[in-house]
Each structure stands twice: as structure tokens, then as C-alpha cells.
């Protein structure tokens, strides 16, 4: 058996920057275990399976880290989207709808931007634990807050957060998928993060579409402004142009493939 697999930098308009995703399109579904196989091979922050439904435009989407399937990954579904219409499976202009574990997502071109529909993820004021102290090394922490995935940890400025050396052991053994790290931007950037998720197989994602429907419901309510500019501010970076609605945040990115190639199975 055969499988074709694409890698893609999702966030960025140039190579070996942004996030990078593996994306595996079949015809039908793959099995479990073999999908878990791939993306522990791949040894990417994720890798995303797709397979075709009945309507033009609709695909069955899931995503694997090396280590487990995770319920919401920004960069990889773009990087699907990218691969489908590069790839020859869509036209350009055919909007993607992704069925998902966190339901209907949808993807469309918006000029040079891929635009992705996504479900807001708000968080909610929460006390910053001495474990979470420990863990971030001590850091001047601002405000924590935390929703059922992810804990998030404000900082003073963007040179703290870039500057940031959290103790990725003692992340792991918190009781989060991962953990946000962000502060008010400088120009020309409303606000920058960092994602670090060591318990899931990720000890920093690079550029993480996902953690910004927590973050720009965050910010829109600190700063009073719906569309913002991100910066995530890892050693490959990426730039994320955000939208946030009461219900849904619009997060915008480019995406460069960088490699074509064949599993054999």
C-alpha cells in the first residue's frame, strides 16, 4: 500500500518557516493505528488525514500528534486547505467544509490569505498555581486564565514572552493539553504568544491556529478591537491576521508546500 503524504508551512509565505504539517489525503478512511503510525513517523506537531464525502467541497479531517489525536489543530487545516486546491483535488474557488471531532470547519481563499472558520474557545480567569510559577520559571506573570484544553499566561511585554525557558518537564506534568504564553504586541503586531504542550508529544508548536480562538476573544476584550494582528513569536514564527465574532474567530495565513513524497505502507 501506498499513501501519498505533502508537508506544508502553514503561517508563513516563505519556506522553512511558519508551522510545518504533514497532510495525507486517501479515498477512503485510513485505520486508526496506521494514522497514529504516520504521525508518529512524520514526527511533526501534526499530521492531518483527509478523505472526500459525498458533496464537492467536503472532507472528513483529523489530526495526530506523534503522540495522540487532538480535537482542533489551526496550522495542519490549513495546510489541508493549501494542499487540496494546490494539489488539484479542488478549484480554487470551491470553499472547503472539514467535518471534524470539534464539528464543521470551513476554509476559504481570501486574496493571498487562506481564511479558516473556527469555533471561539474563550477562557476564563483563573488563579496562577505555585506549580505554574515553577514551571514557567519564575516569569513575571500578568494574569492566568484557562478554558478545558489549555491554560493561558499573560506576560508584561513580547520580549518576555520571546525570552520565556519554561521548565517543559514540569508543563507536561500539569493538568493541560498545553499552555499559551502571551503579551500585548509591539508594532506592528496587536498581540504575540507562544504554545508550549509537552504532555501531547509538542514541546513548543511552532505556529498554533488553534490557541488563537482562546487568544483573540482575549485580546479583543483587552484591546476593545475585533481584528487584530498576531505574531507567534517561536524560533520559525508566524504571522496570523484575526477576526473574532461572539461564536466564531476567522484566522487568516499563508502556506508554502516544501515537500512531496510516498509512504509505503
Known amino acids: 500500500m501506498k499513501q501519498s503524504v505533502i508537508q506544508v508551512d502553514a503561517f508563513t509565505d516563505k519556506p522553512f518557516a511558519g508551522n510545518p504539517a504533514a497532510v495525507c489525503v486517501s ?10 503510525q504516520i504521525a508518529t513517523e512524520m514526527n511533526l506537531s501534526e499530521t492531518a488525514f483527509l478523505y472526500p464525502l459525498e458533496d464537492e467541497g467536503n472532507y472528513s479531517l483529523r489530526w495526530f500528534t506523534p503522540t495522540d489525536e487532538i480535537e482542533l ?58 506549580a505554574m510559577v515553577v514551571a514557567m520559571n519564575h516569569a513575571d506573570i500578568v494574569h492566568g486564565a484557562r478554558n478545558e484544553f489549555n491554560y493561558l499566561v499573560e506576560l508584561r511585554s513580547q520580549k ?27 508594532s506592528p503586531y496587536d498581540f504575540v504568544s507562544r504554545y508550549f504542550a509537552p504532555a501531547i508529544g509538542i514541546p513548543e508548536d511552532p505556529v498554533t491556529g488553534s490557541s488563537h480562538c482562546s487568544l483573540a476573544p482575549y485580546w479583543q476584550n483587552k484591546l476593545g478591537k475585533d481584528t487584530l494582528v498576531a505574531y507567534q513569536a517561536s524560533a520559525r514564527g508566524g504571522v496570523l491576521h484575526v477576526e473574532c465574532t461572539p461564536n466564531r474567530v476567522y484566522i487568516g495565513g499563508q502556506a508554502v508546500t516544501v515537500l512531496r513524497g510516498e509512504l509505503l505502507l
Not at 479515498?27 to 497514529?36: K, R, V
Not at 474557545?121 to 498555581?129: I, L
Not at 518576555?160 to 509591539?186: C, E, F, M, R, W
Open 27 to 36: 479515498e477512503t478512511p485510513l485505520d486508526e493505528a496506521i494514522m497514529q
Open 73 to 130: 489543530c489551526g496550522h495542519a487545516t490549513l495546510a489541508s486547505a493549501h494542499v487540496l486546491w494546490t494539489e488539484g483535488y479542488l478549484a480554487a474557488d470551491i470553499k472547503v467544509r472539514f467535518q471534524t471531532r470539534s464539528g464543521e470547519l470551513l476554509a476559504s481563499r481570501q486574496g493571498e490569505l487562506i481564511q479558516l472558520d473556527f469555533p471561539v474557545q474563550p477562557v476564563r480567569d483563573a488563579s496562577v498555581s505555585p
Open 160 to 186: 518576555a514572552v520571546v525570552n520565556i525557558k519554561p521548565d517543559l518537564d514540569k508543563l507536561a506534568k500539569l493538568p493541560y493539553q498545553g499552555i499559551i504564553v502571551t503579551s500585548v504586541g509591539d
